[in-house]
């Protein structure tokens, strides 16, 4: 296994780390912001997840002279007028509590039918790699469920049911069934397909 390449996921996320060394694995050694020692919380400013994925490949690429892929991911529920976007990680008003970001959405959507609980997640992958940059994106479509359903996973997964399932949630799904169909799946499946192609 020594000769795999390495690449830098511009991460910390222990679950989205599990998640991609899961399906890169077998290509390359996928290493951490914390592997390469770069300790900054990089700031996502940007107004979308494209920008925001850019931002964070651009700055490992600068500051540690790593080829790198990072990737940004936003909840888009169509009753809330695309919320929380770009704000997904912190729409209950503390960064990274997603019990309170998952309070929010069910308030917020209390009197929404399920017929109109129509939301996708969207994945923004930034790759630079010998001074160029690639871009791919992948996209699950589903629900948002009125309660959690599931202990799985992270983030929204217990309130959102895709639709290519079985009527689980994502938190009820295995980490491979998730993959096979999830948003970050598909645009590290983009991601991994362009690598293979070199
Ligand atoms: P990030 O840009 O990938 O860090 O994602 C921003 C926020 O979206 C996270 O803090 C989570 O709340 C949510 N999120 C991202 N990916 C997933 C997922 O696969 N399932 C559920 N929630 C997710």
Redesign the pocket.
Known sequence: MTDRKKIVFA?N?A??LE?LRQIMGDQYQVLSLADINCHEDIP?TAPN?EG??RIKAEYVKQHYGYDCFS?????EIDALGGE?GVM????GGV??D?ER?IDKVLRLMADVPLERRTAH?R?AICLIRDGEEHLFEGRVDGHILTERHGTG?????SI?RPIEGDGRT?AQMSGEE?NAI???GRAVAALTAFLRQE
């Open positions: 991460t996320n679950h989205k998640e996502e997840i925001n994925a990737d940004d991911t936003g909840l929380p997904s990680a912190r729409y960064a990274h997603s970001n997640f994945t996973g992270f983030g929204y997964d959102f994502f998730k999830s948003h970050r």
